[in-house]
């Protein structure tokens, strides 16, 4: 069963999973409204998603059109999916249940076209919808998926599932630590059981946080910052929570916490042009693009990038990458190795000429060197893992620093190595240690270990593992494996980060 999972996982990116979760619970809701197990009916919920898909959609076309942008449909999937189980039902013979709906879904798919500062858009896409519709029509959310103690278990379960695939495990602690110290600290103690079943089973804090915190365009994304946003957002979102007579509900708490992400993150959307694409290895390409704009970022941290697919797949027009480049150079690179029967997005990747496009957002990441220069370092990549390391390798070199850094790459064949001319050059001016594990070594290379990476080679290459600052890179597979054997050499958990590369395609 957990092997399935995992398959499933890894296979699947972060908005399909979302859209099968919020897929899943408005099944599951509709199939207690047919029971008549809850106070809405089975043909309003419908009726309701109708409406909603509808104006979404056509929202999302009419602003792509206007400004001839690619569009990503899972992205409007999403915010409709979870609009629907927050707001109100749409009822035929009820007009203004109907404009709830429609106001909701036209300001919170406008709202990321319209309500942006630097290329970024601020607010949380549902939260601004939401409130909206309270404020303009007098249609607030209900928020019925949370209030319903049945489908709790398929919140939390289908929620941690969603949160484990994007890796934000604790930022939902946080979210939910804070919140319950909320209630704590503002309920009096005769009321706190009360208070805490309340806060637990019959209201949206789980939905909320699974469905809408880990939402990547408007949380914060640094290491500490996202904590703080989701800290904000618990909080706030406790219902003893106020200002006078003003109580924050949890649309408003993301709306509050919104302008704190949008000033701790990088801002602004790039076009990105075609300039040539180049062989790094087999099967493995480097695209070299031109920007619009200079991108601010530090070597390893990733890129979110969109296509205009014409039909994309279920794996949608959208992937986050790493940028291959570094900080100091000129063009950016993205570095992609190309499988037997690829997705739409890299079928269309390999069609570009020169000249085409592709959008990037979302510079964030915290899979960067430390900064003090007198650390140890290990890296291990597996494949085209090795982009976040070309990045940070390049970076150093166009520095002059130098570093005591050991480096474990790990391929299949001695041609699936990908930047053998920079790792000779920082082989030679930056004293990097580069050893090669080939699994079928038929070629003679220096420092080549004929096999795979494994807790024998790194207790042999890195005879100090235990001080040393460890990064692995690629992917699910590959990096759990290797956690597990860093740990049997004796290097501290601590000391391990992460760049997960789920699912290929």
């Not at 408003?252 to 040539?276: M, Q």
Request: glycine share 8%; proline share 6%.
């Amino acid at each position: 069963m957990m092997t399935l999972i995992s398959r499933v996982l890894n296979g699947t990116t972060m908005y399909r999973l979302m859209i099968y979760y919020l897929g899943a619970l408005f099944v599951a809701g509709l199939g207690l409204a047919v029971a008549g197990a809850t106070f809405m009916s089975p043909s309003s919920l419908l009726f309701s998603l109708v409406v909603t898909f509808v104006s979404a959609w056509g929202t999302n076309r009419l602003f792509g059109y206007v400004l001839r942008l690619p569009l990503n449909a899972e992205s409007v999937h999403i915010t409709a999916l979870i609009l629907v189980l927050i707001m109100p039902p749409a009822v035929p013979s009820e007009p203004m249940s109907i404009l709830g709906v429609v106001v909701a879904s036209v300001v919170a798919i406008g709202s990321k076209f319209v309500l942006t500062i630097g290329h970024k858009h601020i607010f949380n896409p549902v939260a601004i919808g939401a409130v909206a519709a309270g404020l303009l029509v007098n249609q607030p959310a209900v928020w019925w998926v949370g209030g319903s103690p049945t489908l709790l278990p398929l919140v939390v379960i289908g929620g941690l599932l969603v949160t484990h695939k994007v890796q934000r495990l604790g930022m939902i602690a946080s979210y939910l630590l804070a919140n319950l110290a909320a209630v704590v600290l503002t309920t009096p103690p005769e009321m706190l059981g009360m208070g805490l079943q309340q806060g637990l089973i019959y209201s949206p804090l789980f939905f909320a946080g699974f469905a809408m915190l880990t939402e990547p365009l408007t949380a914060a994304h640094g290491r500490w910052s996202r904590h703080i946003y989701a800290i904000l957002v618990g909080a706030l979102s406790s219902p003893n929570i106020h200002i006078a007579n003003f109580y924050f509900s949890p649309e408003l708490a993301f709306l509050v916490a919104n302008l704190y992400a949008w000033a701790a993150s990088p801002k602004g959307r790039f076009r990105l042009e075609l300039l040539h694409v180049e062989r790094i290895a087999a099967d493995c390409y480097d695209y070299v693009f031109r920007s619009d704009r200079r991108l601010n970022f530090r070597a390893g941290q990733y890129l979110d990038w969109t296509l205009g697919v014409r039909k994309p797949d279920n794996r949608g027009n959208r992937r986050t990458f790493t940028i291959a480049s570094s900080p100091s150079e000129d063009h950016v690179r993205l570095g992609v190795k190309f499988y037997s029967g690829p997705s739409a997005f890299k079928q269309h990747l390999c069609e570009m000429s020169p000249g085409d496009a592709i959008y990037g957002s979302q510079i964030a990441g915290t899979f960067t060197l430390p900064r003090n220069p007198r650390r140890k370092i290990l890296l291990i990549a597996g494949g085209i893992g090795i982009t976040p390391f070309r990045s940070m390798i390049q970076d150093l070199l166009d520095r002059g620093e130098q570093r005591d850094i050991i480096l474990l790459y790990g391929n299949r064949q001695a041609e699936d190595i990908a930047y053998m001319p920079l790792l000779a050059r920082a082989e030679r001016e930056l004293g990097l240690r580069v050893i090669h594990a080939v699994s079928q070594a038929e070629a003679r290379l220096d420092n080549l270990h004929p096999g795979r990476i494994d807790a024998q080679l790194m207790a042999r290459e890195v005879p100090d593992i235990a001080e040393r600052y460890i990064y692995v890179s690629g992917p699910t597979s590959m990096v759990s494996t290797f956690r597990k054997a860093l740990r049997s050499c004796g290097a501290s958990r601590r000391r391990i980060h992460t760049d997960l590369f789920p699912g290929f395609g």
